[in-house]
T-cell receptor, first 117, second 114 residues
Framework: AQKITQTQPGMFVQEKEAVTLDCTYD???????LFWYKQPSSGEMIFLIY??????QNATEGRYSLNFQKARKSANLVISASQLGDSAMYFC??????????????FGQGTILTVHP | DAMVIQNPRYQVTQFGKPVTLSCSQT?????MYWYQQKSSQAPKLLFH???????NEADTPDNFQSRRPNTSFCFLDIRSPGLGDAAMYLC?????????????FGQGTRLTVV
């Protein structure tokens, strides 16, 4: 069974500094995808970044990068140059092949990020 | 432009009174999902449709039902809402495409049971 663990219930960061949000996962499927979503207080899930299990390089999307350590089963999100608008809940999620050509997402518990001016 | 639209954004219902939440999509995706998210918790998948093929999660209460009359629309019916059903309900869609496939979420419906 899949499992996603986010051990940081809350994180604080100063504006313009970098912050790392932790995520570890467990799956027996060799093919899987890892996603990070941002959920502001309005409720919508906003896709940030994706890392595939077979990807050779760490994913980057603008100010977001993923520190993927496959052997340790971790996929930490790094946000550089934090902005006040980054304050939100952040979820790590995983999809594996699940024997189908699509798969459901399994989410971690989330981390609330607060950016201070 | 919004691609996954949920209505209403906020819904207040009485204990035991049936309620329906709706989701529509303009992406023409095969797969539609309903998640329940209680306060400060992870979203939990209730069920999903692959085209008209309905897939229920093993631990989804019988109180929750769903309908998908066509590709664009999907409904979540709660037959007899209890206080414990108060939550954010998120609809998502995806195409068929393997582990890399991104899910697109609506803005959610926040359900209050009084």
């Amino acid at each position: 069974a899949q499992k996603i663990t986010q051990t940081q219930p809350g994180m604080f960061v100063q504006e313009k500094e970098a912050v790392t949000l932790d995520c570890t996962y467990d799956t027996s499927d060799p093919s899987y995808g890892l996603f990070w979503y941002k959920q502001p207080s309005s409720g919508e899930m906003i896709f940030l970044i994706y890392q595939g299990s077979y990807d050779q390089q760490n994913a980057t999307e603008g100010r977001y990068s993923l520190n993927f350590q496959k052997a340790r089963k971790s996929a930490n999100l790094v946000i550089s140059a934090s902005q006040l608008g980054d304050s939100a809940m952040y979820f790590c999620a995983m999809r594996d092949s699940g024997g189908t050509s699509y798969g459901k997402l399994t989410f971690g518990q989330g981390t609330i990020l607060t950016v201070h001016p | 432009d919004a691609m996954v639209i949920q209505n209403p954004r906020y819904q207040v219902t009485q204990f035991g009174k049936p309620v329906t939440l709706s989701c529509s999509q303009t992406l023409n995706h095969n797969v539609m999902y309903w998640y329940q998210q209680k306060s400060s918790q992870a979203p939990k998948l209730l069920f999903h449709y692959y085209d008209k093929d309905f897939n229920n999660e093993a631990d989804t209460p019988d109180n929750f039902q769903s309908r998908r009359p066509n590709t664009s629309f999907c409904f979540l019916d709660i037959r007899s809402p209890g206080l414990g059903d108060a939550a954010m309900y998120l609809c998502a869609t995806s195409r068929v495409g393997g582990v890399r496939t991104e899910a697109f979420f609506g803005q959610g419906t926040r359900l209050t049971v009084v």
